[in-house]
């Protein structure tokens, strides 16, 4: 059972550059035809899909935070990391990495595998 | 982007009531929906898939329902341990996207 833990500075000062990594155990990430992705949630709020990376290393992400947004992969620690630059107040939040998976019929059910997330919060 | 619009945003019921709750998708979505549970301090919990497809380990008393624009997910009888924050998201259009959650509490 594949399972993902998110790790990082929990305090990220404005303008700078929010960094974390997912680490995976229990399956390889270089193997298998998934989708690694990165979502976040706002204290009270509801959640948002930051981006995704898969496994062939081709990546997807939300228009809304594209121009800021790097994701990455690193087979040999079988991670894959996030990079959010020039943060601002509105960045904190929880942040979980996912993956999906696939049911007995062979059929994708995506988000089905997440982290148990971490906070980051922007304050000077 | 597509909209997700979940209602009630917040409902009381008692144990062993039926709880449902909808979500309308701005655009047809086909059955490209997926159902979470997430309890305080946790991460989402995938409860339902393709729509109507129960993962598994989750009990029975969850389902889910619709296609298109148009779904639906019940608990047929409500348990103390439903108490959390349930949230659709559709899959079928990148970025996929949330519904604004419906908090279920016991009465």
């Known amino acids: 059972q594949v399972q993902l833990q998110e790790s990082g500075p929990g305090l990220v000062k404005p303008s700078q550059t929010l960094s974390l990594t997912c680490t995976v155990s229990?399956?390889?990430?270089?193997?298998?035809?998934?989708?690694w992705s990165w979502i976040r949630q706002p204290a009270g709020k509801g959640l948002e899909w930051i981006g995704r990376?898969?496994?062939?290393?081709?990546?997807n992400y939300n228009p809304s935070l594209k121009s800021r947004v790097t994701i990455s992969v690193d087979t040999s620690k079988n991670q894959f990391s996030l990079k959010l630059s020039s943060v601002t107040a509105a960045d904190t939040a929880v942040y979980y990495c996912?993956?999906?998976?696939?049911?007995?019929?062979?059929?994708?059910?995506?988000?089905?595998?997440w982290g148990q997330g971490t906070l980051v919060t922007v304050s000077s | 982007d597509i909209q997700m619009t979940q209602s009630p945003s917040s409902l009381s019921a008692s144990v062993g009531d039926r709880v449902t709750i909808t979500c309308q998708a701005s655009q047809d979505i086909s059955n490209y929906l997926n159902w979470y549970q997430q309890k305080p301090g946790k991460a989402p919990k995938l409860l339902i898939y393709d729509a109507s497809n129960l993962e598994t380990g989750v009990p029975s008393r969850f389902s889910g329902s619709g296609s298109g624009t148009d779904f639906t997910f019940t608990i047929t009888s409500l348990q103390p341990e439903d108490i959390a924050t349930y949230y659709c998201q559709q899959y079928d259009n990148l970025p996929p996207t949330f519904g604004g959650g419906t908090k279920v509490e016991i009465k």
């Open positions: 990376i898969y496994t062939s290393g081709s990546t």
């Open positions: 996912a993956r999906d998976g696939y049911d007995s019929s062979g059929r994708r059910v995506y988000f089905q595998h």
């Open positions: 229990g399956d390889s990430i270089s193997s298998g035809s998934y989708y």
